[in-house]
């Protein structure tokens, strides 16, 4: 595991955007896994500079996204599609019909067919994650085993009020979502996980210097050969001796 630590948000964000961006000049037509959530926005903000000085072309990219939210609409403004098309795919010039991100009205019973759909890609080369302060990755919530594909999701009490912050009351947040599996996470060639704040400290710990467990589904992240973790200095300061 290749580990980056920086003093601040920024600095993280713009580490990220860096291992993307390599990834898109040595591959014009790699295939990215992207994530939403508060972590990556400075990361996306970073791409699209990066864009608008010429210095990314992704015109061949594809992409697709880790979760959704069962019941709300790409057009909703909660909705991981519409968080997508804001913070990255309206400002660059990826082709929005390689842009994937799970069906939040589709039919929940074939939530599997997502993999199909990334298999019919080639595969994740680059899967960037971020993490909830229960060691989820996507919406994989603590469970008593590892969901190997994409499947729908009952979200617990601690990502319902971690998420609440985004919706004007708790009633309007949806309490399913369809997330990519453990399995679908781990075939990405690469992993790029990105954790910024105090607040993540302890389960960054917990997440690569404890015991693997699908009470901790980041944990699994220790099994798999090629990750790079790109926190602040508060976020691996639990993980990191200075
Ligand atoms: P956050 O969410 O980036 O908003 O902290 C991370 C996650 O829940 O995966």
Redesign the pocket.
């Known amino acids: 595991m290749q580990i980056f630590v920086l003093p601040s948000y920024e600095g993280m964000s713009k580490k990220a955007a860096d291992i993307v961006a390599a990834h898109i000049i040595l591959n014009g037509k790699t295939v990215l896994g992207l994530a939403t ?3 990556p926005v400075g990361m996306y903000k970073q791409l699209v500079n990066k864009f608008k000085a010429g210095e990314l072309d992704f015109s061949g990219v594809k992409s697709v996204n880790l979760d959704e939210y069962v019941g709300l609409a790409p057009s909703h403004k909660q909705s991981y599609r519409y968080f997508m098309q804001t913070n990255l795919f309206d400002h660059i010039n990826i082709d929005k019909n390689n842009t994937y991100v799970p069906d939040g009205l589709g039919d929940i019973d074939n939530a599997g067919r997502y993999d199909d759909i990334i298999a019919s890609l080639g595969g994740i080369d680059l899967q960037v994650l ?3 302060h229960n060691g ?1 990755i996507g919406f994989n919530e603590p469970s008593d085993s590892f969901a190997y594909g994409t499947h729908v999701v009952t979200l617990t009490e601690s990502t319902i009020s ?1 998420n609440s912050r985004f919706f004007d009351s708790r009633d309007e947040i949806p309490k399913l979502a369809v997330t990519m599996g453990i399995g679908s996470i781990m075939q990405a060639k690469q992993i790029l996980l990105l954790a910024s704040g105090f607040d993540k400290a302890e389960i960054i710990k917990e997440a690569f210097c404890g015991p693997i467990t699908p009470r901790v589904p980041a944990s699994v992240l220790q099994l798999h050969h090629n990750v790079i973790l790109v926190g602040d200095e508060a976020a691996l300061s639990k993980l990191v001796k200075k």
Do not use: P, Q, R
């Open positions: 959530g508060s972590t971020g993490i909830g989820h971690a």
